[in-house]
């Protein structure tokens, strides 16, 4: 079955760090660009970050994060992985990832290829 498959996620206090993985099976990811997404509870989702296919490009959308995220990939492990530190109680929720074309776009509605997301908790 050909799916995006995220990790990492859990219970984090407070000013910590994690790192979230983004891979899949049944195809590569290194064909596209991959964006991470947070959807917080009751709220739409909202682009973190996006990487090109060769990683030379990478883009963090919300003010709210910049400067706490990072994006990076390896494709000979085909893994995206989204680095966070400083966590608040506001980046709670579910992280997905997702596949498109390019990164000038932050609309969910042009990337494809959805996981089933992987939920983070901040909270002391």
């Known amino acids: 079955q050909s799916q995006i498959v995220e990790s990492g996620g859990g219970l984090v206090q407070p000013g910590g760090s994690l790192t979230l993985s983004c891979t899949s099976s049944?195809?590569?990811?290194?064909?596209?660009?991959i964006g991470w997404f947070h959807q917080a509870p009751g709220k739409e989702r909202e682009i973190i970050a996006c990487?090109?296919?060769?990683?030379?490009?990478?883009?963090i959308w919300p003010d709210s994060v910049k400067g706490r995220a990072s994006i990076s990939r390896d494709n000979g492990k085909n893994t995206i992985w989204l680095h966070m530190n400083f966590l608040k109680s506001e980046d709670t929720g579910i992280y997905y990832c997702?596949?498109?074309?390019?990164?000038?776009?932050?609309?969910?509605?042009?990337?494809?290829?959805w996981g089933q997301g992987t939920r983070v908790t901040v909270s002391s």
């Open positions: 990487i090109s296919p060769t990683g030379d490009v990478t883009h």
């Open positions: 049944g195809f590569t990811l290194d064909r596209g660009s």
């Open positions: 997702a596949k498109s074309a390019g990164c000038a776009t932050d609309d969910p509605l042009d990337f494809r290829r």
